[in-house]
């Protein structure tokens, strides 16, 4: 398992656009086959948002296409999310992961987007 730190949460209006990055705390030796964002709101359980593969192959949930997307550089093990035209229904505690499987094993510690007027 590898430390990862997300950074770039914050508050923002409805309809901005915000950026998370997440990248490993140390220097690690990792490979990483897959990272991905998830997110947590209140009372809810945690859902992936978008993942990326080494093979460049991305996914997105319904809520995020067209909206969000997602880029990686597995040579640094770094991710970004760029988020667009936020609801405030997106508001929820975004969670960078990080798998060198299929499996996300390692995680970071949370960075809060709020998005309200």
């Known amino acids: 398992q590898v430390h990862l730190v997300e950074s770039g949460g914050g508050l923002v209006q409805p309809g901005g656009s915000l950026t998370l990055s997440c990248a490993a705390a140390?220097?690690?030796?990792?490979?990483?086959?897959?990272m991905a964002w998830y997110r947590q709101a209140p009372g809810k359980q945690r859902d992936l948002v978008a993942s990326i593969f080494s093979t460049n192959f991305t996914t997105y949930s319904d809520s995020a296409k067209g909206r969000f997307s997602i880029s990686g550089d597995f040579a640094k093990n770094t991710v970004s999310l760029q988020m667009n035209s936020l609801k405030s229904e997106d508001t929820a505690v975004y969670y960078c992961?990080?798998?060198?499987?299929?499996?996300?094993?390692?995680w970071g510690q949370g960075t809060q987007v709020t998005v309200s007027s």
């Open positions: 140390s220097k690690n030796i990792v490979n990483f086959y897959v």
């Open positions: 992961g990080g798998g060198s499987g299929p499996a996300i094993d390692s």
